[in-house]
């Protein structure tokens, strides 16, 4: 009984002198994180406590933790799985005028569960020693072209970044001619998928494949590495940002949302204001070489010399809802 | 006739725990212990048991499952093969032959084991990047098809020979002692009888060693079907990335227990089957002094050279060169004091959990030792099996759901629910000794093993009680087993990710989590100071066991 009390004061005691604080379930794994993080902490005074791993991991976490939720903010690097962690009923509402008026129109989800932070868009690369840049594809679909059987290089459809891309196609076209698609790719591979999307462009550059798929902000990685192979990699492939004469291309968000029961809603929302204001978004363009998300926000030179491109936000706030659809599809055409 | 029952009854009561409360009582501890320990297995088979499995079950039958099985078993087939050969020859030249370099073999052979899989998967990306060429050019002069082909091979080869030769050393120090000591002596005695060759090895050595090489092989196994980080990196589909498939890509969480469930159950029949097969089989160990050792000639000492030196180049050398490598050419300087609190952490949490492995285990064995029961022997090891049996992340969740029941019961005491918060270090370490229990109690049941039965019984006769009889004789005879079973279970937990990534509490990095974040945000070559010092903290760890062994 003494024992149990004398724990009790403890407790009391260290939540008393505990300062202010926001904990957060991330699957952000980047190292800049960790810097803008510790900026924030150095302006506010509030500390910031972690776990990273995986989107699905956290999700089990947080459904389990439901009756004692243990994070305030859940950070993940793709709109589908946002969508289905509220689904899952763990976030709440972030109703915060100030922070949705600084995103452009409809880009962030309706219901305000979660708030965009960075985005990427899944971009084409292709070796421009062997592909003339007019004969390049110019969309998704013209990956599943014949004319590129075993030249193309695409990762695991373990990954998000595919799922969301496969259900993006299944929203804007049915699910008749997104299977139609995934076979066709599937059979252009030219390996069987492996490694992240990195590893793809590598694999055009040392001449595995003709073609490879890969998120933006990748480009930037290899161009900013300190190894001259991965530097050598990126001057030899020309990108191709797809569907700019029809529905956009495919882009992706890494966001933010809060979690339902908890206890720093002000210190998360702090946070969150901050990750939003224009000083950290252009640190995040310089330093991941993702998108910044806010209006008005000039883009890093390394990410203009992409050129300008039109992003399909149409299939954005879909994505969750053919994801399922999509691992099946996949699993239909035997893409690994 | 009745007279020699008497004497043989009496005789097993001394020897035997017969007095009905006490193994009563002590019966009662081991199955609460257990089924505590067992408690995430159990919800994970409970939820499958219970639960139909998803809508889903169809399309992963149909589509998944026949693949995965198949790649599944090549993996697992290639890598107890391999490892084998890795492994035997070079135990089997070391506890036989003396030559030049013997003794310094005997510790390198080791030290692979301080190569987390993954890590090493992911040193094989720049060498094999290097064939890339090659099997571009199969695929002008030859076609798409057969470059297909290679390129599956090449991967598969890369694979398993990287996964065997960090794993091989499982086998290697279950198999050694046993070549060194009883088969040595009883392939001396066959050969001055007679027996040619073959016959020793057919009669002799391969029974005597079968019971370890199958311990070691079993967790070399269990290490490859739980694998994901480095199945998945080489873009291989094996039953547990399928099992993750189904419940993160189709989100159907009741059809990967099932799956696993299912999993799990399979290797628990076969452990069963392999201990029903071995029969009654026992084989106490004599000690015997390894001096008369046979000389080898030059030619000899190349062989043995070249046995042993294979497979500590490709699982240790290699890691650990490249590793340096991409330190010196790519990180400015090794700065040991940024990782202090990891090292830290990494150290007190290995070490705790060790510890608790260890009592649990001794109190599993000795238990099953004294009653002499096969009954006990089998739950103590179905016990710790169980747990090592089941996918890591899966694991988790069943940690997950006990952890939320544990905070239903204790609802009304709010000191102990403030401990039981998932994310509490309280979840990790249970969830990493239910998980790890395997290793300990495999380490200390082959000690066990060795100690000779007449000891204890002429104890007991004299009248010591049990418990005297552990204190006095088991325990000062299972000194080494216990310091090598913490060292293996610290090494083995430093190496772990699922559990640790997804369990542990805020702010908590260790040298494992470390480099895998680092890996995983494709800064490769700066992963390659934490995995330094993890693999270097693991490699002093095994060095202190192998001296520690050999002064016994």
């Known amino acids: ?336 | 006739m009745i007279h020699f029952l008497k004497q043989f009854r009496a005789l097993r009561s001394h020897t035997g725990l017969t007095s009905a409360p006490g193994v009563i009582a002590g019966r009662l501890l081991v199955l609460i212990l257990g089924l505590i320990l067992l408690s995430p297995v159990i919800f994970i088979l409970w939820g499958a048991a219970t639960g139909s499995h998803g809508e889903s079950w169809p399309h992963v039958k149909e589509y998944l499952l026949t693949p995965a099985l198949k790649t599944t078993a090549i993996l697992l087939i290639g890598v107890a093969l391999v490892s084998l050969l890795f492994s035997l020859p070079a135990a089997w030249c070391l506890s036989n032959y003396q030559f030049w370099g013997r003794r310094l073999f005997s510790i390198l052979l080791i030290l692979p084991l301080a190569v987390p899989p993954y890590i090493a998967a992911y040193i094989t990306t720049e060498a094999r990047e290097s064939a890339i060429p090659w099997l571009v050019e199969i695929r002008t002069n030859h076609g798409i098809d057969t470059y297909l082909k290679a390129e599956l091979y090449h991967r598969y080869a890369w694979l398993i020979a990287i996964m065997a030769s960090v794993l091989y050393p499982y086998i290697f120090l279950a198999t050694r002692s046993v070549f060194a000591h009883r088969s040595r002596q009883l392939g001396q005695a066959a050969q001055l009888l007679g027996a040619g060759r073959w016959r020793r090895f057919r009669t002799i050595h391969v029974p005597l060693v079968r019971p370890a090489a199958i311990a070691g092989l079993f967790l070399v196994c269990m290490e490859v079907l739980s694998d994901y980080g480095a199945a998945k990196h080489f873009g291989f589909n094996t039953v547990t990335v399928v099992i993750f498939r189904t419940w993160f890509g189709l989100d159907e969480l009741e059809t990967a227990r099932f799956l696993s469930g299912t999993i799990l159950a399979g290797v628990l029949v076969i452990l069963i089957l392999e201990r029903l097969q071995r029969g009654r089989a026992r084989f106490g160990e004599a000690h015997s002094s390894i001096d008369n050792l046979q000389h080898t000639g030059q030619s000899g000492t190349l062989l043995c050279w070249i046995v042993c030196s294979l497979p500590i180049a490709l699982g240790f050398a290699y890691p650990l060169v490249t590793l340096i490598q991409w330190q010196t050419e790519h990180q400015q300087n090794f700065v040991l004091s940024e990782y202090r609190s990891e090292i830290i952490r990494t150290t007190l949490l290995t070490l705790s959990v060790a510890l608790i492995c260890i009592l649990i285990s001794l109190f599993f064995l000795a238990f099953a030792r004294f009653t002499k029961r096969r009954l006990d022997q089998t739950l103590a090891q179905a016990i710790s099996s169980a747990g090592y049996a089941a996918p890591s992340t899966v694991m988790a969740v069943g940690v997950l759901g006990v952890a939320s029941l544990s905070r239903t019961f204790s609802s009304e005491n709010e000191s102990l629910q403030s401990l039981l918060v998932s994310g509490s270090l309280i979840w990790l370490l249970f969830a990493l000794t239910s998980r790890y229990l395997a290793v300990s109690g495999q380490v200390i049941s082959a000690g066990f093993q060795t100690i000779p039965t007449p000891l204890e019984q002429s104890a007991r006769i004299l009248g010591r009680k049990p418990w005297m009889v552990f204190l006095t004789i088991h325990l000062p005879l299972l000194r080494a087993p216990l310091i090598g079973a913490t060292i293996l279970v610290s090494v083995d937990i430093s190496k772990e990710l699922p559990l640790t990534l997804l369990l542990r509490p805020f702010d908590f990095e260790t040298l494992g989590t470390s480099t895998y974040s680092l890996v995983n945000q494709g800064h490769l070559f700066a992963s390659a100071t934490p995995a330094l010092i993890l693999i270097g903290l693991c490699a002093i760890g095994l060095i202190i066991v192998e001296f520690l062994n050999r002064k016994k």
Do not use: C
């Open chain 1, 1 to 336: 009984m003494i024992l149990a009390r004398t724990t009790l004061i403890f407790f009391l005691l260290i939540s008393l002198l505990k300062a202010a604080e926001v904990r957060l379930y991330s699957e952000r794994h980047y190292t800049a994180d960790k810097t803008i993080l510790a900026e924030f902490t150095k302006k506010t005074g509030i500390e910031v406590k972690i776990v990273k791993a995986g989107a699905n991991e956290l999700l089990a976490r947080m459904k389990a933790e439901k009756d004692a939720p243990q994070a305030d903010l859940y950070l993940s690097v793709d709109a589908a799985s946002l969508e289905r962690a509220s689904n899952a009923g763990v976030l709440q509402k972030i109703e915060s005028p100030d922070l949705s008026s600084r995103l452009p129109k409809g880009f962030g989800p309706k219901d305000d569960a979660w708030l965009p932070i960075t985005m990427r868009a899944r971009v084409i690369v292709y070796a421009k020693d062997r592909v003339k840049e007019a004969e390049a594809p110019k969309t998704y679909a013209d990956l599943a072209n014949p004319q590129w059987r075993g030249r193309l290089l695409i990762r695991s459809s373990t990954s998000h970044y595919n799922q969301s891309l496969l259900a993006s196609i299944i929203a804007s076209d049915g699910k008749g001619k997104a299977l139609t698609w995934a076979q066709g790719v599937k059979n252009n591979l030219a390996r069987p998928p492996q490694g992240g999307d990195r590893d793809q462009v590598r694999g055009v550059a040392l001449g595995q494949g003709d073609l490879a798929v890969t998120n933006s902000y990748y480009l930037g990685i290899l161009e900013n590495s300190d190894d001259e192979k991965d530097r050598k990699a990126r001057e030899s492939v020309g990108v191709i940002f797809p569907n700019q004469d029809g529905r956009g291309t495919h882009v992706n968000i890494s966001g933010a949302g809060i979690i339902k029961g908890t206890k720093n809603k002000k210190e998360a929302l702090a946070l969150l204001g901050f990750l939003t204001s224009p000083e950290i978004q252009a640190k995040y363009q310089k330093l991941t070489s993702e998108f910044g998300v806010i209006k008005d926000l000039e883009r890093e030179p390394l990410q203009k010399a992409w050129g300008e491109f039109k992003p399909d936000y149409q299939s954005l706030h879909e994505l969750a809802d053919h994801q399922k659809e999509a691992v099946k599809l996949f699993d239909l055409v035997g893409w690994p």
